[in-house]
């Protein structure tokens, strides 16, 4: 032993190399099956073609082989009626009472070759063949037939028939000279002036089969050639059908991709021609409408930011002038007292409504930034419950929170991180009905989330897929105690979309809802997974930010949710993640 450890490859059997590799090109063959309809039309016509040009093969050989052995007994019997005259004349010299019966019948035999072997005509009929010559009704002294030729190669059942006064035939292999030869052999009555005789002729097949084997070489290499040809034409005749539609589809993904310029070659005035015509003119009614609409959303965007910068200036005045009149709201009557404190109510609501604007403004012009930094995300949570705990005591509601004791930082926008976790806490607060709000929070190696859960009105089917819409509401008749612009969800998900992190929602009539926050711990790191699960195990968000979610299917390393997590709740959830805000 020289110590070496062996190869990790050595240590696996020839066997099971040679079944990973047949897997591995099994799976190859597979996904190309799937993905080229060339390949299936071609091997589908080759498949078709081979069914047929074995079964024409068949039929050629069979009828081949039928009538090559018809003509050669044809011709067998015509030489075997004509030899059977000079036999019989050859016989009349036999006495069957000698004890010489087999010599004289040999002498027979010989004398029929001498006297055809001078008759080139008659060869001509079916070639050389062997003679013999029975008796089957003598007995020698050994117990045997006298018989004259090679008769053991005469089968019994043939014997039969023709001792029963019938001419008959029967192909079979014989052995000669230790070689096995498919021979003809014709067997017929031979009557003489004492008692009858059979007499046997047995022609070789070798011509036949030589020419046979020559037929079946043609037909294979025949049959080959053309399946070739037909695998040829196949293919040539189904890449002028594909390839347009592979053109096609790179198109439409180049398309897809963003560019919009793309269009087909046409070539030509066929089918496939018109094909590209009408793609290139939906090409281009496509790259016009997504022109109007870019333009359509630039000038919305554009009259959104300034409206809002215009409205700054005068809302400050009026902002001054109701600050004024509501410091001195004592001094007015009991009427204008009133009207003072809504204006300044509706002014803060304003206010409010202005910086929701301006924001989203922001977003979709792409120049939010983040202001990152350290921040403590239980703390921060907990600040939020604090600060809205007047209101949620108003309304009858309780906040419960679960929190670690220990800090956990993470790299992100302390402010929009703080709007988010308050305007889900707010949110659950409005729509809570007096029952608690519950608030938890989980963290693993990568990521940190934070579920908010109420057990109010819930959402109805089809809600789930609005609830991050702009100005969109679930209830607009709704008493809501910290009013709201129809913004606050919206705004959030862009916010959770620039730290790299998603929201997801999920609700039923009459259970409650349940949205979640995940946040990387690095701000601008992409996270697929979550630490916290949410209700319920259905999803109809974007599969790649939410089927990897382990909390979803299992308890895989998700914090377990407390007593008001209802799992067996089956209803909609939707995610704003940065699949999904990507697609809107």
């Known amino acids: 032993m020289n110590g070496e450890q062996p190869r990790a490859g050595a240590e696996r059997s020839f066997p099971a190399r040679l079944r990973d590799d047949v897997r591995r090109r099994w799976h190859w063959f597979e996904s190309t099956w799937r993905r080229s309809m060339q390949l299936r039309v071609v091997v589908s016509t080759l498949a078709l073609s081979s069914a047929v040009v074995f079964v024409l093969g068949m039929v050629l050989q069979t009828q081949i082989t039928n009538r090559l052995l018809q003509n050669k007994e044809d011709a067998a019997v015509r030489q075997v009626e004509q030899n059977l005259r000079v036999l019989e004349y050859q016989l009349t010299a036999v006495d069957p009472n000698s004890g010489d019966v087999a010599e004289q019948l040999e002498a027979a035999l010989n004398q029929l070759t001498t006297s055809t072997a001078d008759n080139t005509e008659t060869d001509s009929f079916a070639g050389n063949y062997e003679p013999a010559l029975v008796d089957g009704q003598a007995i020698t002294e050994n117990g045997e037939q006298p018989s004259a030729g090679p008769i053991d190669s005469v089968p019994n059942s ?30 017929s009555p031979a009557g003489t002036a004492t008692r009858p005789l059979q007499a046997y002729f047995l022609f070789p097949l070798e011509s036949e089969r030589k020419t046979l084997g020559l037929v079946q070489s043609t037909l294979l290499v025949g049959g080959l050639v053309l399946l070739v040809l037909l695998g040829a034409i196949t293919n040539l005749v189904t890449r002028q059908v594909v390839r347009p539609v592979r053109q096609a589809a790179h198109t439409a993904e180049r398309l897809a991709a963003g560019n919009l310029d793309e269009r087909m070659r046409v070539i030509g005035e066929d089918d496939m021609a018109r094909l590209a015509d009408s793609f290139n003119e939906m090409a281009d009614s496509l790259k016009q409408q997504i022109q109007q609409l870019e333009e359509f959303g630039q000038l919305q965007r554009r009259f959104t930011s300034d409206v809002s910068h215009e409205l700054r200036t005068p809302l400050t005045t009026v902002r001054m002038a109701a600050d004024v009149l509501h410091a001195s709201r004592d001094d007015l009557p009991d009427g204008l007292e009133r009207s003072a404190e809504l204006l300044v109510d509706e ?9 929701d604007l301006l924001e989203i403004s922001r977003l979709d012009a792409g120049v939010a930034d983040l202001a990152t930094e350290s921040l403590d995300v239980p703390d921060l949570v907990r600040r939020v419950m604090d600060s809205l705990l007047p209101i949620a005591r108003t309304g009858g509601v309780e906040l419960r929170g679960d929190f670690p004791v220990e800090e956990v930082h993470i790299l992100a926008d302390a402010r929009r991180v703080e709007r988010i976790v308050r305007n889900l806490v707010a949110n659950a607060v409005d729509h809570a009905e007096g029952r608690p709000v519950d608030i938890n929070f989980a963290a693993d190696d990568r990521s940190v989330a934070v579920t908010v859960r109420d057990y109010g009105v819930g959402l109805r089917p089809g809600e789930a897929e609005l609830v991050f819409t702009r100005f969109w509401r679930a209830d607009p008749s709704r008493d809501r105690q910290t009013g709201g612009t129809g913004l606050g969800l919206s705004i959030a998900a862009e916010d959770a979309r620039l730290h790299g992190g998603w929201l997801d929602a999920w609700g039923e009539p009459g259970k409650g809802s349940c949205f979640r926050l995940t946040l990387p711990r690095d701000s601008g790191d992409r996270v697929d997974t979550s630490p916290l699960s949410l209700p319920s195990t259905r999803s109809i968000a974007a599969p790649e930010a939410l089927l990897a979610v382990p909390g979803d299917a299992t308890d895989n390393g998700s914090t377990p949710p407390d007593e008001g997590y209802d799992q067996s709740d089956q209803g909609p959830t939707w995610s704003s993640g940065p699949d999904e805000q990507e697609k809107r």
């Open 347 to 355: 002014l803060d609501r304003f206010e409010s409504l202005l910086g």
């Open 158 to 187: 043939l014997r039969k028939l023709v001792k029963e006064d019938n001419l008959a035939s029967k192909i079979e292999t014989v052995r000669r000279d230790g070689e096995s030869v498919t021979m003809l052999i014709i067997g």
